[in-house]
């Protein structure tokens, strides 16, 4: 992919934006000023002010200390997020979003965003034959279409010359998710004590590790789904599920669905699949740090994943659903010092660095959510390259469905979510890196119905229905059970034996009466059918 200059960008001021760096914000112009207030084609009006969509506003970040896993200042251009890059930006009146509020907030539909309407995300085990091709064709299509709207970052702002030198990318619409992960998690560069050059640190990650892992992907799928609604024109179109607990292996490894293996070559696709001609990106996190770059969606290789040849001393098998109960069944949503070594969090037990079966942190295992990654063996495998592979998708819309599955039935106040003093990217109203337009981590802590979706299996039936009607009577046949099927036994076996007898005495009582009395009551055919009729 070739970098975006000064005059690429400013011939592609006029076109609309609704991600991070859209292509109005992507000028010198726009760094310079700091203001990313792109106008919404509707009215002509910068974030659609004239009707009355929203507004220019200053950014106001939260002061809230940060915990001590990044004890820096300064040196990261996602600290304080977006400020580094913009302090004024679009700030949409419900129920409208978007970087210039041309578009309804997730749940809201029509043209003024009035309606309301949930949508089910299916089990993709589940689906048709015809459902399953037409996802693999959506993500075909996103990963060969350049994106429109938006463009990536391939420079820090110190690298732009503090924004006076622009450094950006076209990115394909699938392409431009597997970075926006790579840039949320990737290592920092901080100065050397003592020295001029920089060291890498690793401990920090806006996306994972600490409470936001689950909010932050909440939003993230959110908003891949949108765009995949929009590039293929199906705003009926929802995100599967892998529903993974008790699995014996990658169930979902087939040509139908995410590729099987390739029948020579270890680690490879099969032909047979689309994607085994898709190239990665962002996976060379290491090169990336020597070299003091950013990832700039440069393709990198096809696709790899070998399932099941993984370290089994850290993954030993897939999630049961015992260990997923467990999980669902611990109260504190996330405990102190709210990063990886957190004892009975649910969050860290979902993220999969706590024993499953007792909520314990332990580093030496991959458990839950973890385990997925390691057990794919390959490009999933990548903290920041791993949404590379489409399985990466629904598996974590079935982890945002444990999440939901938390929600419904804790119901916590937003109070549960910390306000400060988590890692860095983590605290409740830090906006989350890198999106645009500015969306707190504490926005997304509610139920999905509330952000417009639902899952199959969590699905629950209308009040007033007739299973309604029936469910405590059959939650009572259900306990006793055993008790029934007992009793219906020893019926048919005593109904049996009296049936015997009786059939018996009556052979020995026709045996003795009359053979006249034999004979049928009714000699013709037409006074049968005639009898027949009138009886029914």
């Known amino acids: 992919m070739m970098v975006w200059g000064l005059a690429v960008c400013v011939l592609l001021w006029a076109l609309p934006c609704r991600a991070q760096f859209p292509r109005p914000c992507a000028s010198s112009e726009a760094l310079l000023s700091k203001e990313c207030c792109p106008v919404w084609d509707g009215d002509g009006s910068p974030c659609g002010q004239l009707s009355g969509r929203g507004s220019c506003q200053a950014v106001e970040v939260s002061q809230a200390p940060n915990g001590p896993q990044f004890p820096f200042s ?9 400020l580094v890059f913009y302090n004024r930006t679009c700030h949409c009146v419900p129920p409208f979003s978007g970087f210039q509020c041309g578009e ?9 965003c009035a309606e309301s309407r949930v949508q089910v995300r299916k089990s993709i085990t589940q689906l048709s034959a015809t459902e399953s091709a037409r996802l693999l064709a959506y993500l075909n299509l996103a990963k060969r279409t350049t994106n429109p709207d938006y463009v990536i970052s391939t420079g820090t702002y110190e690298q732009m010359d503090n924004g006076s030198r622009p450094l950006f990318a076209d990115i394909s619409v699938y392409d431009l998710f597997v970075w926006i992960h790579y840039y949320a998690s990737r290592d920092s560069w901080v100065p050397a004590e003592g020295e001029e050059e920089t060291v890498v640190w690793s401990n920090i990650d806006f996306a994972h590790e600490a409470p936001a892992f689950l909010p932050w992907h909440r939003f993230y799928l959110l908003f891949w789904e949108r765009e995949l609604q929009k590039v293929t024109g199906d705003e009926n179109f929802t995100i599967p599920y892998w529903d993974w607990r008790d699995a014996q292996g990658c169930e979902v490894c087939t040509d139908q669905l995410m590729g099987a293996r390739h029948p020579t070559v270890a680690g490879l696709l099969s032909p047979a699949s ?10 060379k996190a290491e090169e990336y740090n020597n070299l003091r770059i950013l990832c700039n969606g440069t393709q990198e290789g096809p696709l790899v994943r070998n399932p099941g040849n993984h370290d089994k001393s850290r993954v030993q098998r897939l999630p049961t659903s015992e260990e997923v109960e467990f999980c669902v069944s611990l109260t504190q949503y996330d405990t102190e010092p709210m990063d990886r070594s957190a004892n009975l969090s649910f969050r860290n037990t979902l993220e999969g660095f706590a024993n499953p079966s007792t909520g314990i942190a332990n580093r030496s295992i991959s458990a839950l959510h973890n385990s997925l990654h390691v057990f794919m063996n390959g490009s999933m495998s990548s903290v920041q390259g791993s949404a590379n592979d489409p399985i990466f998708v629904i598996h974590h819309a079935f982890v945002d469905s444990i999440f939901e599955q938390w929600l419904r039935r804790h119901q916590p106040l937003l109070d549960v979510y910390p306000e400060a003093s988590a890692p860095i990217g983590h605290n409740r109203e830090y906006f989350m890196v890198p999106f645009i337009p500015l969306t707190t981590n504490g926005e997304y802590f509610l139920p999905s119905r509330d952000l417009g979706y639902e899952y199959e299996y969590l699905v629950e039936p209308a009040p007033g229905t007739f299973q309604d009607f029936l469910e405590p009577y059959l939650e009572q046949a259900s306990r006793i059970w055993q008790w029934l099927v007992a009793a219906a036994l020893v019926g048919g076996l005593i109904t049996a034996v009296i049936a015997s007898l009786v059939a018996l005495v009556c052979r020995k009582r026709k045996q003795r009466t009359n053979p006249e009395e034999r004979q049928p009551l009714l000699m013709e055919a037409e006074d049968y059918q005639s009898t027949y009729q009138s009886q029914l």
């Open 104 to 112: 309804c907030a997730f749940g809201r539909w029509g043209p003024d």
């Open 74 to 82: 300064d040196v990261d251009d996602r600290e304080d997020w977006p």
């Open 274 to 283: 689309f994607f085994s001609s898709w190239q990665i990106i962002c996976s």
